[in-house]
Nanobody, 121 residues
Framework: QVQPVESGGGLVQAGGSLRLSCAAS????????MGWFRQAPGKEREFVAG????????AYADSVKGRFTISRVNAKNTVYLQMNSLKPEDTAVYHC??????????????WGPGTQVTVSS
C-alpha cells in the first residue's frame, strides 16, 4: 500500500516556476508507476505527467510538454514535478497518484489529497 502526500504548491506569477513534491509512505513505492494529475474548478481531472517505476520513461500532456518535468527518487519514496514557464491556465489542485501501469492516463488505487497551485497574470 502507498499513501501519497503532495507539497510545494503556492501562488506564483505567470512565467514563474514551482517544484511539487510527492512523498509516498509504504515499502512498495518503487513497484508503482506514478503520475501527476490536476483539477481546476468546474473542469474535469486532467493527466499532467507520468513516470515509469525505474524512471526510465516519462510522458506528458501536450499542454505542459516542454515546460514541466517529472522525476522520482525511489530511495526517498518521492516523485517531483518541476513546473516552469507557468501560465494562468495551469491554476489547479495538483494530485499525485499511482498509475495502474506506465502509460495509463487514469489514476490507480492510491491518490493524494492535493496541493493548490495558483498562477496570477
Amino acid at each position: 500500500q502507498v499513501q501519497p502526500v503532495e507539497s510545494g504548491g503556492g501562488l506564483v506569477q505567470a512565467g514563474g516556476s514551482l517544484r511539487l513534491s510527492c512523498a509516498a509512505s509504504g515499502r512498495t513505492f518503487s513497484n508503482y508507476a506514478m503520475g501527476w494529475f490536476r483539477q481546476a474548478p468546474g473542469k474535469e481531472r486532467e493527466f499532467v505527467a507520468g513516470i515509469s517505476r525505474s524512471a526510465s520513461s516519462t510522458a506528458y500532456a501536450d499542454s505542459v510538454k516542454g515546460r514541466f518535468t517529472i522525476s522520482r527518487v525511489n530511495a526517498k519514496n518521492t516523485v517531483y514535478l518541476q513546473m516552469n514557464s507557468l501560465k494562468p491556465e495551469d491554476t489547479a489542485v495538483y494530485h499525485c497518484a499511482t498509475l495502474p501501469w506506465y502509460g495509463s492516463r487514469n489514476p490507480g488505487d492510491y491518490w493524494g489529497p492535493g496541493t493548490q497551485v495558483t498562477v496570477s497574470s
